[in-house]
Nanobody
Framework: QVQLVESGGGLVQAGGSLRLSCAVS????????MAWYRQAPGKQRELVAR???????EYLGSVKGRFTIYRDNAKNTVWLQMNSLEPEDTAVYYC??????????WGQGTQVTVSS
């Protein structure tokens, strides 16, 4: 059974930092593109950052320069380093794996709250 387990969310003041982790089942990790999405109350889920198996990255415009996605295939983990956090970053953050470009798996989500 494939699992994605997120951790690292919490409450932080504006300007602070958090690092989210997503531990992924080894059976799929190396051949999966990884991404972080977020969903704020009353809003649609949006892509925050994506990292392909080839190392290509993509970021939501509002997080460029503040967030960094990276992975370690030996640890089957992808991280999202979030710096200079803003109240607008408050959301539930989800980890997503796209296995061989076809099958999609989601984590359970982790809450990030940024106070002003």
């Amino acid at each position: 059974q494939v699992q994605l387990v997120e951790s690292g969310g919490g409450l932080v003041q504006a300007g602070g930092s958090l690092r989210l982790s997503c531990a992924v089942s080894p059976s799929i990790f190396r051949v999966s593109d990884m991404a972080w999405y977020r969903q704020a109350p009353g809003k649609q889920r949006e892509l925050v950052a994506r990292l392909t198996t080839e190392g290509n990255t993509e970021y939501l415009g509002s997080v460029k320069g503040r967030f960094t996605i990276y992975r370690d295939n030996a640890k089957n983990t992808v991280w999202l380093q979030m710096n200079s956090l803003e109240p607008e970053d408050t959301a539930v953050y989800y980890c997503k794996a796209t296995f061989r470009g076809t099958r999609i798996y989601w984590g359970q989500g982790t809450q990030v709250t940024v106070s002003s």
